[in-house]
C-alpha cells in the first residue's frame, strides 16, 4: 500500500480528486492539520488515524487511479488564520478544477464512511436490502431491490423539505458544501441507498429510476447547475444575471452553518463565477448594479 501524507500542491499539475463531507463535531482527537502537526503529516499519516469517510474515498481514489486526494482538513492548516482565509479563497478553484469530485452526501460527521451496505432508511426505522447473487446459465448476477429514495432527495423544493430529511442526506443541508456540489465539472454522491452522478451534461442514478425535472420548474438545487452551466456558455444580460444571482443566494441562505462567519465566505467562490463588469463591484453578497433590488 503507498503511504499516505501530505503534499505541498505548488507546481504540480496532475488529476485530483476532492472530497466534499460534513466534519461532524470537532473534538481533539479530529484530524486535522494544525501549525504541530503539519510537518508530520508531509512525513506521513497512518492509515488507522484516518477516519472512515476519508479510508473509503482513498479506496475509491486508488481503484480510479488517481494518486491524489484534496480534503480541506489536511490540507488548510485549522489553527492558523492567515493560511485559513488563503486557502478558503481557493475552495471554489478546487472544487471547480478537481477531475472528480466525491460526495459523502448521507454521512452526519468523517467516520461515517462513503463505500455502505446498502439499506434504506424511513421514518428512522431500517430496512435491509438484501442483496443476492443468482446464476443464469453458468454466470453469477448480483441483485438487490430497486431503492429509489436517494435520487428524489436531490431536487427537493424549498428549505423545509430539505431540513426535515436531515437524517438521509445531510451534506445537502450544509452551506459550504453548496459551492461543492455547484461548481465540479463532475461529482458523484455516495448516498446510503445508491450512487447518485452530476455533471455539465446529466445527471444520472444507480437505481435507473431518476428523472430529470423541468427546467422551468424552480426546483431546489437544480436550478444552481444550471445557472452555472448557462452562465459559463451564454451571455447573459444584467438583468438577467442579477434575478440569476438572487435566485442562487435565495436557495444558499436557506443552508446551515457551524460559524455564521462563514456565510459570507462559502460564498465567494459563486460570486466569483458571476462577476461581470456591468455588475458592479462585489460586496457583502450584492453586486452595485443590482444595490437597490439586493436591499429589498
Not at 61 to 86: G, K, M, N
Request: proline share 3%; with cysteine.
Amino acid at each position: 500500500m503507498l503511504p499516505i501524507r501530505l503534499v505541498r500542491g505548488s507546481g504540480i499539475r496532475t488529476r485530483y480528486i476532492a472530497l466534499s463531507y460534513c466534519w461532524g463535531v470537532v473534538t481533539e482527537k479530529t484530524l486535522r492539520t494544525t501549525k504541530a502537526t503539519l510537518v508530520q503529516h508531509e512525513q506521513g499519516i497512518s492509515w488507522t488515524a484516518l477516519p472512515k469517510t476519508f479510508q473509503d474515498t482513498i479506496l475509491v481514489c486508488r481503484a480510479l487511479d488517481i494518486r491524489y486526494l484534496w480534503v480541506d482538513a489536511l490540507a488548510i492548516i485549522q489553527d492558523d488564520t492567515d493560511d485559513w482565509e488563503e486557502e478558503a479563497v481557493k475552495m471554489a478553484s478546487i472544487y471547480s478544477n478537481s477531475w472528480l469530485t466525491i460526495a459523502a452526501t448521507s454521512g452526519h460527521h468523517s467516520d461515517a464512511g462513503i463505500l455502505h451496505k446498502w439499506f434504506k432508511k424511513s421514518h428512522n426505522t431500517m430496512i435491509e436490502s438484501g442483496s443476492r447473487a443468482i446464476e443464469l446459465r453458468g454466470h453469477i448476477f448480483k441483485l438487490r431491490p430497486i431503492l429509489t429514495l436517494a435520487h428524489n432527495c436531490f431536487f427537493k423544493h424549498g428549505a423545509s423539505s430539505q431540513k426535515t430529511e436531515d437524517v438521509a442526506h445531510p451534506l445537502l443541508t450544509r452551506a459550504w458544501a453548496f459551492q461543492e456540489r455547484v461548481l465540479p465539472g463532475k461529482i458523484l454522491h455516495f448516498h446510503e441507498e445508491e450512487l447518485f452522478w452530476e455533471c455539465r451534461v446529466t445527471a444520472q442514478c444507480e437505481c435507473g429510476g431518476y428523472e430529470p425535472p423541468s427546467k422551468t420548474a424552480n426546483k431546489f438545487f437544480f436550478l444552481p447547475r444550471e445557472l452555472i452551466k448557462t452562465i459559463r456558455t451564454h451571455g447573459l444580460s444584467q438583468s438577467e444575471l442579477g434575478k440569476a444571482w438572487f435566485q442562487m443566494v435565495g436557495a444558499y441562505t436557506t443552508l446551515n452553518l457551524t460559524y455564521e462567519s462563514d456565510r459570507l465566505p462559502a460564498l465567494s467562490g459563486l460570486a466569483v463565477q458571476f462577476h461581470r463588469s456591468y455588475l458592479g463591484d462585489y460586496v457583502a453578497g450584492m453586486w452595485l448594479g443590482t444595490l437597490p433590488e439586493g436591499l429589498l
